[in-house]
């Protein structure tokens, strides 16, 4: 069972461009089998949902512990502190890790997943813009599970397509191998409230929400990483606190009363498989309570990125009930469908 999980995350590695993690992990369920220090690490925490990502919480412990300079050995394997990034010569390292730090492991493996991915914001572009160009009103924006609140700052960033381009020029954060069919980029929208929660907030300006953050990146993902420590700086420029909330109790404060004069962006990403069937359905009475009071003055739409329901692969881009585009997990490979904009 373990050992699966671990196998499935490696095919998702494999497919999302990390073979470094692919390959790790592989060899991390063959070492399970045989009861080895993997294992040594892994028992007892064979009764979790798929959805706490284990084979993630796993390989984000150990990166942590590479980033904080506790395993020099490992570290100059790993891209993401100057290494070569060479699998089976950072296997032995990795093991002997493993080894060495089983209580420390085991301690962060208690903590649970804390992602956020700034990439996603590519994703979601085009639906923030399809509501601006529907409505010609400035945008608030209500993100749920916004996590440390990157995609907050959506429109902070730099898109960048072979068919236009949007955004700050001069951002931190350039998205520029995001899109295969690129939304409409010739629109404007301004951004005028943002507020977000999460069950476990991180604060990407502190020292130790940096960490966590990037110790979840896969360590040969130089690219992800650069635009996470990009969105970290615009976030430093552009505070904003992730509430620490159930989205739920969030959303009914927050859609109790109209908004006149704004375009009400609820949205969210990679974030429905974490909610019970109990807060899905106050989630939806909330939206759907919102969307009956709302006007042509004050309009109300929900945004997401979610896994799609056709391939595994896909994610899916809908605003309201319509389909929009996909995207790949991270917010790459983005397709967006020609005929989804309102003229
Ligand atoms: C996989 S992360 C995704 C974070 C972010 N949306 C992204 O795409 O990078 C899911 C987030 O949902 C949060 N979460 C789960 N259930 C929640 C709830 N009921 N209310 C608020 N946040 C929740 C978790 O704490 C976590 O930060």
Not at 174 to 195: D, L, Y
Request: hydrophobic letters at 40%; glycine letters at 8%.
């Amino acid at each position: 069972m373990l050992a699966r999980r671990l196998r499935r995350q490696a095919a998702w590695c494999s497919e999302l461009g990390s073979p470094l993690y692919a390959s790790l992990l592989e060899s991390a369920a063959d070492d399970l089998q045989l009861g080895g220090p993997v294992w040594e690490v892994l028992e007892g925490f064979d009764d979790e949902p798929g959805t706490a990502a284990l084979a993630l919480r796993f390989m984000g412990a150990v990166h942590r512990l590479v980033l904080d300079e506790t395993l020099p050995e490992l570290a100059r394997h790993y891209p993401s502190t100057g290494g070569e990034g060479d699998a089976s010569a950072t296997w032995p390292a990795f093991k002997r890790a493993v080894v060495d730090q089983r209580a420390k492991l085991r301690d962060l493996l208690g903590a649970g997943c804390q992602t956020n991915e700034v990439g996603r914001s590519a994703a979601l572009l085009g639906g923030f813009l399809e509501v601006a160009h529907r409505t010609h009103l400035p945008l608030r924006i209500l993100e749920i599970g916004a996590s440390a609140g990157l995609n907050l700052r959506w429109d902070r960033y730099r898109y960048e397509s072979s068919e236009g381009a949007w955004g700050d020029e001069t951002s931190e954060v350039r998205f520029v191998h995001s899109f295969e069919i690129p939304p409409a980029m010739n629109r404007s929208a301004a951004v005028v409230e943002r507020k977000g929660c999460d069950l476990q907030p991180v604060d990407p300006t502190s020292v130790e929400g940096a960490l966590t953050l990037r110790s979840f990146i896969w360590a040969d993902q130089l690219g992800r990483l650069a635009l996470l420590d990009g969105a970290i700086q615009v976030a430093s420029d552009l505070p904003i606190e992730v509430e620490p909330l159930d989205a739920a109790d969030f959303l009914q404060r927050e859609l109790a009363t109209s908004a006149e004069g704004v375009a009400t962006v609820v949205y969210h990403s990679v974030f429905m498989q974490y909610v019970d069937e109990a807060g899905r359905k106050r989630l939806e009475a909330a939206v759907a309570g919102a969307r009956q009071r709302a006007s042509p003055h004050a309009p109300v739409y929900h945004l997401r990125l979610e896994p799609g329901a056709r391939t595994e692969a896909r994610f899916e881009v809908r605003l309201d009930d319509q389909l929009l585009g996909t995207s790949l997990a991270h917010g790459t490979g983005v397709r967006w469908l020609e005929d989804s904009s309102q003229q």
